[in-house]
């Protein structure tokens, strides 16, 4: 029920990663770093050792404080949905891959790309844990605004400017149907694209629609905003832009394009 700061573990990973990352690029040892989304990006480069991008099959820390994102996005929203919801996806998750002996070695990722061989339980939770530890990573306190450098290039090219780009992805989050999710995505000809999925698929899934690695996603579930706004979808999705933490999705381009 409190306020008070989660532990920073998943921050201090993240620091690393970046850190790591750069010293990576910088000594040319791209093909051992992030090799499952280096993969999943339709890299050339075969799977190392490293596994740093590979989601884990547990729940993180969240990076920050449940009222950390106000006034966008409340305190007793974030609590709930990173006890209740999120948490309760990974829980099911595990459940499902004890029960169907899925493999867990190479991170949810490679789950995800086969999932029309699972159950639909493995579908919902695996898709529901990934995107929720994508999303939490996605938001800051205080967002950037706007990405620069490569991405900020792609996104004028691909989509004319970067205000063209936020009213195509809002209309994905306003028009999706039901629950589900807004994605910025790198597809395998590593050109970004913008999708939208039902319930908790994704574009790793070997069932989506528009298929390729997720650079940003946003939840539009009721549960992810409607105590705050209610059935006022649009104006959470306004809020939202505040929070994107441009330099975590700029990475996970970086990553792509090698
Ligand atoms: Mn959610």
Redesign the pocket.
Known sequence: MSDSPKPLLHADRRSFLITSTKAALAIGAGSVMGSSLLTACGSSKPAGGGGDFRTPFTQQPLPYAYNALEPFIDARTMEI?YTK??AGYASNLDAAVKAENAPTDAGVEALLGKISKYSEKMRNNAG?HY??EL?WQSMKAKGEGRPEGALAAAIETQFKSFGDFKLQFADAAKTRFGSGWAWLLVDSNKKLQISSTPNQDNPLMDVAAVKGTPLLGL?V?E??YYLKYQNKRADYIDAWWNLVNWSFVQDRYTLCLR
Do not use: E, Q, S, Y
């Open positions: 949905h919801h999120a529901g995107n929720h999303f939840d579930w549960h992810a």
